[in-house]
């Protein structure tokens, strides 16, 4: 392992001299991230930051995104820049441009970019004031609106914290190696010491439009996405990872598979489930169903719309109003002369379940023996998300959220946790993930933001703590990142192709006990607020039957493949008795048929494989005589002979141990 302990050298130092070694590309400074060019002194806390790390990997990305726009600048002077944050795996940057670059272009900037980085240009930052920005980039209207709104940049636009914050404006010069000043771009930074830095490792991907400050109402800009690795091995083995991704694309295996659409005639980001996907899909509800209800949850139904002073009181008019369709107006009445005699009342489609539970908690007095109270409910939640950023099942604007919410003392506050997060891991792992870890969201210092007392947030991020770190996975702490009103635990998995995918959450949240008012009889006789738990297993059941899709890449596991077994005879003639079994399968609730059409026996193995069907049960005139059947897997593999009580045995017995079988030795 490289040493990278601080050289011995005379202070004032910069980082070159701390640290020689070229895999430190920035330097963390008293816990903030500075150039590695910065001069320290022996005074301040000096970390090195390298290229491999999330910072390191941040930095290089966010400076091949400088490379970009400068490359697009040379080729096509009057493009004006938006901004190029970096994110998870690679980077982007938005341009304003009359027309849309085509893939020639994306090749002539991809050759640019080689040119520049081979230029080994030094990025340098210069500090200057708001006008000296607004004069020196009086060309880019796009730069000049976030000046603007510097120290705002929640409300600039996603990825500004890249360009403004809310101290100091900073612009980065590429300097060559004559001195001069070749290029410049609005930005905090920090940046790699120079272009030759982002190395060989990084390639263009695709192109896409954009609105500016993620709003249809602005300009429209084209948008290129890259990524960028510490080496090229390291981006080969991306690529890879995306060709496989690719493959398992849910979208993609949702058409093949006939599993569910989104028809034009019923609007973006609205899905119909097809026969196929209904099986899936109710098999993981009834499943889930059985096992809150053994977990002693109670099913509630509740409606899908709402009149506004239920949103008012939970505040969700006032903090999530764009994420919430448009009113319906409804009841107004009008006289013969069309005057209104009876003001309407608006109605809003429910953005989130918990208010409707709330009110079922509050419709008759409880007692501290009604609590825990634990209320679930697959309901049905709309979200107005932006077009643009609705992809597949994965964000959609209706969807179903197996929702539940939980009412509880503060004394059982972290037995409760415990027991929603052994019940969500245990849930997570019957459909067959395996690898998570916990990300707990906790108050940071600066208390102006936060909401309840001292006593309530050391209580609350402790019991959560505790049940995380009882739970033996590993745990990240992530300070400033809780909801304004309490902590909360997100539990992540890994799919199979090393994915990581944020499912479950546990939110503590005495904030909407607090604003409807809701209360309980101690053992003391007294009155007291109860708290509330959120928890989303699924988090959406649309978002997870996508994440299982990909997963398995369409080969569910027996118990939840939509045809769990397809008989095919060798031959007409041996149909009757591949009847007789798939009668007897059905009887055992397997989902069974027999193809009968008249395809040759190799067409229907084919076109059964590609389905994706886990077993196939084959049989001729051996077989018949013998009672016996073969059985047929998703990998070609086979087991001939298999007596027919023992073949039905070993079915059922996947189905019910949720077994994955894709091959003879996993139903052996």
């Keep these: 392992?490289?040493?990278?302990?601080?050289?011995?050298?005379?202070?004032?130092?910069?980082?070159?001299?701390?640290?020689?070694?070229?895999?430190?590309?920035?330097?963390?400074?008293?816990?903030?991230?500075?150039?590695?060019?910065?001069?320290?002194t022996a005074d301040d806390t000096v970390e090195p930051v390298t290229i491999d790390s999330a910072d390191g990997l941040s930095i290089l990305r966010h400076s091949a995104a400088h490379v970009l726009a400068q490359a697009v600048q040379r080729i096509k002077p009057q493009t004006n820049l938006g901004i190029g944050p970096p994110i998870?795996?690679?980077?982007?940057?938005?341009?304003?441009?009359?027309?849309?670059?085509?893939p020639e272009d994306v090749k002539a900037i991809k050759k640019e970019m080689e040119r520049i980085v081979r230029e080994n240009q030094r990025f340098v930052r210069r500090v200057v004031t708001d006008d000296e920005a607004r004069a020196e980039l009086a060309d880019e209207p796009f730069k000049l609106e976030l000046i603007g709104l510097k120290g705002g940049t929640k409300e600039a636009a996603e990825g500004a914290s890249v360009e403004v914050g809310?101290?100091?404006?900073?612009?980065?010069?590429?300097?060559?190696?004559?001195?001069?000043?070749?290029?410049?771009?609005?930005?905090?930074?920090?940046?790699?010491?120079?272009?030759?830095?982002?190395?060989?490792?990084?390639d263009l991907q695709r192109i896409a439009g954009a609105y500016?400050?993620?709003?249809?109402?602005?300009?429209?800009?084209?948008?290129?996405?890259?990524?960028?690795?510490?080496?090229?091995?390291?981006?080969?083995?991306?690529?890879?990872?995306?060709?496989?991704?690719?493959?398992?694309?849910?979208?993609?295996?949702?058409?093949?598979?006939d599993l569910f659409s989104f028809p034009d005639e019923i609007g973006s980001g609205l899905s119909v489930w097809h026969p196929k996907g209904g099986v899936i899909r109710g098999e993981m509800e009834q499943h889930a169903r059985r096992r809150h209800i053994e977990g002693g949850y109670t099913y509630v139904y509740t409606p899908h719309i709402s009149k506004e002073d239920l949103f008012l009181t939970s505040n969700h008019l006032v903090t999530y109003r764009e994420g919430m369709?448009?009113?319906?107006?409804?009841?107004?009445?009008?006289?013969?002369?069309?005057?209104?005699?009876?003001?309407?009342?608006?109605?809003?489609?429910?953005?989130?379940?918990?208010?409707?539970?709330?009110?079922?908690?509050?419709?008759?007095?409880?007692?501290?023996?009604?609590?825990?109270?634990?209320?679930?409910?697959?309901?049905?939640?709309?979200?107005?998300?932006?077009?643009?950023?609705?992809?597949?099942?994965?964000?959609?604007?209706?969807?179903?959220?197996?929702?539940?919410?939980?009412?509880?003392t503060p004394?059982?506050?972290?037995?409760?946790?415990?027991?929603?997060?052994?019940?969500?891991?245990?849930?997570?792992?019957?459909?067959?993930?395996?690898?998570?870890?916990?990300?707990?969201?906790?108050?940071?210092?600066?208390?102006?933001?936060?909401?309840?007392?001292?006593?309530?947030?050391?209580?609350?991020?402790?019991?959560?703590?505790?049940?995380?770190?009882?739970?033996?996975?590993?745990?990240?702490?992530?300070?400033?990142?809780?909801?304004?009103?309490?902590?909360?635990?997100?539990?992540?998995?890994?799919?199979?192709?090393?994915?990581?995918?944020?499912?479950?959450?546990?939110?503590?949240?005495?904030?909407?006990?607090?604003?409807f008012e809701l209360e309980y009889t101690g053992s003391d006789g007294e009155k007291h607020r109860p708290i509330m738990i959120h928890r989303a297993l699924f988090g959406s059941i649309e978002r997870f039957f996508a994440i299982l899709l990909e997963h398995y890449a369409g080969a569910f596991p027996v118990w939840l493949a939509p045809d769990q077994v397809v008989a095919i005879p060798v031959a007409e003639q041996f149909g009757d008795y591949l009847d007789e079994i798939v009668d007897r399968l059905r009887a055992r609730g397997v989902r069974a048929q027999v193809d009968h059409s008249d395809d040759r026996m190799q067409k229907k193995i084919r076109t059964h494989t590609t389905q994706k069907v886990p077993i196939q049960l084959i049989a001729g005139e051996q077989d018949r005589t013998a009672g016996t059947v073969s059985f047929r897997f998703r990998d070609g593999t086979q087991t001939n002979g298999i007596p027919v009580d023992d073949a039905i045995e070993r079915i059922v017995t996947a189905i019910a141990e949720r077994t994955l079988v894709n091959t003879a030795e996993d139903l052996a």
């Design 1 to 40: 392992m490289t040493d990278l302990t601080p050289a011995d050298v005379a202070y004032p130092a910069d980082g070159f001299a701390l640290f020689p070694d070229r895999s430190v590309i920035a330097l963390r400074v008293d816990g903030n991230l500075v150039d590695l060019a910065t001069t320290v």
């Design 88 to 102: 998870t795996d690679g980077f982007y940057y938005d341009f304003g441009t009359d027309t849309p670059f085509t």
């Design 166 to 202: 809310a101290g100091e404006l900073t612009i980065y010069d590429n300097v060559n190696r004559d001195g001069e000043t070749v290029w410049k771009d609005l930005c905090r930074g920090p940046h790699v010491p120079t272009t030759r830095t982002i190395g060989n490792g990084w």
């Design 212 to 257: 500016w400050r993620g709003s249809e109402k602005n300009p429209q800009l084209q948008r290129i996405y890259g990524t960028a690795w510490p080496t090229k091995d390291e981006l080969r083995a991306y690529q890879q990872r995306l060709e496989e991704a690719a493959k398992r694309d849910h979208r993609k295996l949702g058409k093949e598979l």
């Design 325 to 408: 369709f448009p009113p319906i107006t409804m009841d107004e009445e009008r006289d013969a002369d069309g005057t209104v005699t009876k003001p309407g009342q608006d109605y809003y489609l429910k953005p989130m379940n918990c208010p409707m539970h709330i009110l079922i908690y509050k419709e008759r007095a409880r007692s501290y023996r009604d609590l825990p109270m634990r209320l679930a409910e697959n309901g049905t939640v709309y979200r107005n998300e932006l077009s643009g950023a609705l992809h597949g099942l994965t964000r959609v604007r209706g969807f179903t959220q197996d929702d539940s919410h939980l009412f509880v």
């Design 411 to 515: 004394e059982q506050l972290e037995s409760e946790a415990t027991r929603v997060l052994e019940f969500v891991i245990s849930m997570l792992r019957d459909f067959g993930l395996e690898d998570f870890e916990l990300e707990l969201s906790m108050r940071d210092d600066e208390k102006s933001k936060w909401i309840g007392s001292e006593e309530f947030w050391e209580y609350s991020t402790n019991a959560l703590r505790n049940v995380a770190v009882a739970s033996g996975l590993k745990l990240t702490e992530v300070p400033g990142e809780a909801a304004f009103y309490g902590p909360k635990i997100d539990l992540k998995t890994r799919d199979a192709i090393g994915r990581t995918w944020q499912l479950s959450t546990v939110q503590v949240d005495p904030n909407l006990p607090e604003r």
